[in-house]
Structures are given as C-alpha cells and as structure tokens.
T-cell receptor
Framework: DAGVIQSPRHEVTEMGQEVTLRCKPI?????LFWYRQTMMRGLELLIY????????DSGMPEDRFSAKMPNASFSTLKIQPSEPRDSAVYFC?????????????FGPGTRLLVL | AQRVTQPEKLLSVFKGAPVELKCNYS??????LFWYVQYSRQRLQLLLR??SRESIKGFTADLNKGETSFHLKKPFAQEEDSAMYYC??????????FGTGTRLKVLA
C-alpha cells in the first residue's frame, strides 16, 4: 500500500481563488482526518469522518472551508475564497476502528501558499 | 479545556547528551497520549503511545497523571533523532489534540 495519498503536494494561488485539496486514505481505513499545520498553532484538527460521514467539524476555521467524503477512498478539503492567512501545510490522515491507542497514518501533506 | 502544551519550540542538545521533550496536557477524562515524530522530508508518524509502555528508538515516555505530563526522554541523543516532535492527546473517541511541536536539533 502506498499509504495515504494527497494531491497536489504544493499549491500556490492568489487571494480569492478556490483551492481544492485531495486525499486518498489507506484502503480499509474507516476514519479520515484533515489537519492544518502552522508555525504558530502547530497541528490542528479541522474535521474528521467515519465511514464517509463527517463526525466533528468544530475545528473548521470558518465557512470558507468545507470538506466532503463522497466515498471510502476519496476526500476533498475546499477553501473558497482563499486568503493569505490560509497558507499552511494541510495533512490528511486515516486510521482503522479499534480499541485504545489506534495509530493515525499521515499523508505527505499539501503545502499551500496564498498570495 | 482540552489542551496539549509543548513549551519549547526548539531544543538543541549535543550528541550523547540526555534529551527531554516536555508535554503537559489538560483533560478531564482518562487520557490517552502519544508522541508523533516528523523527520526531514518524511511523513508524520507515530513514535510511541503511553498504553504500550514501550521504548522506541531509545525513547520512553511516562504518563504522570499527578503532574499531567507525558515527557519524552532519551538518555543519549543521536544525530538521527533530529526531527519535529508532537505530543498528542486523544480526547473523545477519535478526536486528537496535538501540541504545537518541538523541533529537536542534535548537534555533532
């Protein structure tokens, strides 16, 4: 398995443009997480899904952010319109349902720069 | 409030010196704590979890409920330990709260 796959790896866009980040979780994993990483705030959970259903989106910063998981093998995080303060590295992670101590497997991240 | 605090953004030590990366948490329930590591140009990956009480790459971490801490320790640092380290708390079924991270630099 190639692990969690994210695309694009880098994205440079102008303020006001729509940005779509993509994620393919590890096959068979039923939990999917979106995180944002910044120097100031570290790694923040934005939203997570279980069996394609959003469970907790309390970390989504504002209405400009939306996430979908149309099927078990694909998820998107969309920012519309984008702003310079959205510049960060966005990580997707997936995990299996199990008992305590379950491991999250992270993708390589998408480095977003909004000019 | 649920929170994970890593007070040091950067920690520099010499090769062979002991390392302690600090992590404190705030959580009203029974905590599950983890350390994740991100080496240069690699993915963020699990280093260890407190319930396993394991030692990985010479690192250990003990959960101290009285001090609400989960510090990561290694007696003798190696250059290949240089990385970004995140302490994480599982708060709720699958909600993870990460600290802001500590960059460890091991100097030759």
């Amino acid at each position: 398995d190639a692990g969690v796959i994210q695309s694009p790896r880098h994205e440079v866009t102008e303020m006001g443009q729509e940005v779509t980040l993509r994620c393919k979780p590890i096959s068979g994993h039923d939990y999917l997480f979106w995180y944002r990483q910044t120097m100031m705030r570290g790694l923040e959970l934005l939203i997570y899904f279980n069996n394609n259903v959003p469970i907790d989106d309390s970390g989504m910063p504002e209405d400009r952010f939306s996430a979908k998981m149309p099927n078990a093998s694909f998820s998107t995080l969309k920012i519309q319109p984008s702003e310079p303060r959205d510049s960060a590295v966005y990580f997707c992670a997936s995990s299996l349902t199990s008992g305590a101590g379950e491991t999250q497997y992270f993708g390589p991240g998408t480095r977003l720069l909004v000019l | 409030a649920q929170r994970v605090t890593q007070p040091e953004k950067l920690l520099s030590v010499f090769k062979g010196a002991p390392v302690e990366l600090k992590c404190n948490y705030s959580y009203s329930g029974s905590p599950e704590l983890f350390w994740y590591v991100q080496y240069s140009r690699q993915r963020l990956q699990l280093l260890l979890r407190h319930i396993s009480r394991e030692s990985i790459k010479g690192f250990t971490a003990d959960l101290n409920k009285g001090e609400t801490s989960f510090h990561l320790k290694k007696p003798f640092a190696q250059e290949e330990d240089s990385a970004m380290y995140y302490c994480a708390l599982r708060a709720g079924t699958y909600k993870y709260i990460f600290g802001t991270g500590t960059r460890l630099k091991v100097l030759a």
